[in-house]
């Protein structure tokens, strides 16, 4: 047997415990799968029962009790936007962080790097109730240690604190993390616009989140690595897609460009009209699948997002698992990336 078929089997047995848990401890869930009439064991990931990521903006889905919830995440949203609203108990919460440190470790190795995140302090101020910026942030903290929240919060640079941080760890490899948009908009273009370089060429950046914004202004994936590896010289450079829906599935982008599926997860093309599986090749909605979710119904998720997967096992970087790109939101999806509702939010006065 192939190491995909042996994943595929393996996620087809978790994800089926986990529609049938589901069905067993969320009401709604039960509900909504009772009059679809969806089996509760299938035979193949592609009939696996998904609900669309807006149902966690209407509803409250979560599969504990109120009393086990330990930490409620929120979706990024721009004002007068309905939020999505995530629940996890402690077992699910250290779960997702042990899979991100599984998906991570071999790109940023075993050892924390001195670590800089291209955000605000201000973002983590309650512990129990985060954002999606928030969730990211605390997630990839892990990595690093003696970490520097380059913006103020105005989001201007803190450059006294940026130079002696720097000053501190010049002969040593750097870790940033920070969602796309702000990157670009108070990272990159407030240092280009005061003609200031930085030397940042044994480092290693990790960002993620929207990227409407930046499509916007006809920056692609390629022309943001080598803007940011003129300006910083940073030449190790990789997005990542995820959302707070199933946060912990984490798709990171491996040297060759592509976004690589991790063993605890999967995704799934499907048609934007009929909802069928496509082939590798075409373009349609990601379906994403996931283990980790146990303490709601968010194990298998359709999202808003067009995507195409290129192959499986055979990427030319190495890595294992299906490879894929995202093309962006389907037409007239709500604005709802990390970076994105912080640019739009910054309109009109409000920060998320």
């Not at 869930?29 to 509760?40: E, V």
């Not at 599984?102 to 001195?114: A, F, H, N, Q, S």
């Not at 490899?173 to 407030?190: D, E, K």
Request: hydrophobic share 35%.
């Amino acid at each position: 047997m192939t190491k995909s078929a042996d994943k595929q089997n393996y996620l087809l047995a978790e994800l089926n415990e986990l529609t049938k848990f589901h069905y067993s401890h969320c009401e709604p869930y039960k509900q909504m799968l009772s009059k679809s009439n969806h089996a509760l064991e299938v035979t193949t990931l592609e009939e696996i029962p998904f609900l669309p990521v807006q149902l966690f903006k209407m509803l409250a889905l979560h599969s504990i009790a109120e009393n086990d919830i330990f930490k409620v995440l929120t979706s990024s949203g721009t004002t007068g936007q309905q939020v999505s609203k995530i629940y996890l108990d402690k077992d699910t919460a250290k779960a997702q962080t042990k899979a991100l440190v599984e998906v991570m470790t071999p790109l940023l190795g075993k050892k924390r790097l001195p670590m800089i995140m291209i955000d605000t302090k201000n973002v983590l101020k309650d512990r129990k109730s985060f954002s999606a910026r928030g969730a990211g942030i605390l997630g990839f903290s892990n990595f690093g240690r003696r970490h520097f929240y380059l913006l103020h919060d105005d989001m201007t640079i803190d450059w006294d604190g940026l130079n002696e941080f720097l000053e501190q760890h010049k002969d040593e490899r750097v870790l940033l993390f920070g969602f796309t948009f702000m990157i670009w908009q108070y990272f990159y273009q407030a240092t280009l616009s005061k003609g200031i370089k930085l030397n940042l060429k044994d480092s290693v950046l990790i960002h993620g989140g929207g990227w409407k914004k930046l499509k916007d202004q006809s920056v692609s994936n390629e022309r943001f690595k080598d803007m940011l590896f003129q300006q910083f010289g940073i030449q190790s450079i990789h997005n990542y897609y995820g959302m707070v829906e199933q946060v912990g599935s984490i798709f990171v982008e491996c040297p060759k460009g592509h976004l690589h599926t991790p063993v605890y997860a999967d995704v799934i093309i499907r048609d934007p009209l009929s909802f069928q599986p496509l082939p590798f090749g075409e373009q349609g909605l990601i379906q994403v699948l996931s283990t980790l979710p146990k303490s709601y119904p968010g194990h298998s998720l359709l999202t808003e997002d067009l995507g195409t997967i290129h192959g499986e096992d055979d990427c030319s970087c190495g890595w294992k698992g299906k490879y894929f790109s995202v093309a962006g939101r389907i037409p007239k999806a709500e604005l709802r990336g990390c970076s994105d509702t912080f640019a739009f939010d910054k309109k009109v006065g409000k920060t998320i």
